[in-house]
């Protein structure tokens, strides 16, 4: 399974990013799908995830701001984040899982910047 994650840029305080996620390989396997990211200085966190079943994960601090999806049948995920703030300035990784397991880590995409002025 290779990922691809794309949509990162320069943005004001207040706007908006749509990140992708294009999957391609044994997509069959993938289960779940998540994003993480991670600021300079800080550890990765994961910030949203989404299931086969459709269940969903947001970090608190993205809740109401941040929204998943996925597109099974164009093997793509999304990640829309709204009212943007400068401390969601990161690089965003999409990563998928294989095994069944919570954490979706089995496979990674390469990074996206994401800066939120202010």
């Known amino acids: 399974v290779q990922l691809q994650a794309f949509g990162g840029g320069l943005v004001q305080g207040g706007g908006s990013l749509r990140l992708s996620c294009a999957a391609s390989g044994s997509i069959s396997s993938i289960k779940a799908v998540g994003w993480y990211r991670q600021a300079p200085g800080k550890q990765r966190e994961l910030v949203a995830r989404i299931g086969s079943s459709g269940r969903i994960y947001y970090v608190d601090s993205v809740k109401g701001r941040f929204t998943i999806f996925r597109d099974n049948a164009n093997k793509i995920s999304y990640l829309q984040m709204n009212s943007l703030k400068p401390e969601d300035t990161a690089v965003y990784y999409c990563?998928?899982?294989?095994?069944?397991?919570?954490?979706?880590?089995?496979?990674w995409g390469q990074g996206t910047q994401v800066t939120v002025s202010s």
């Open positions: 990563a998928a899982d294989s095994r069944g397991s919570w954490l979706p880590d089995d496979y």
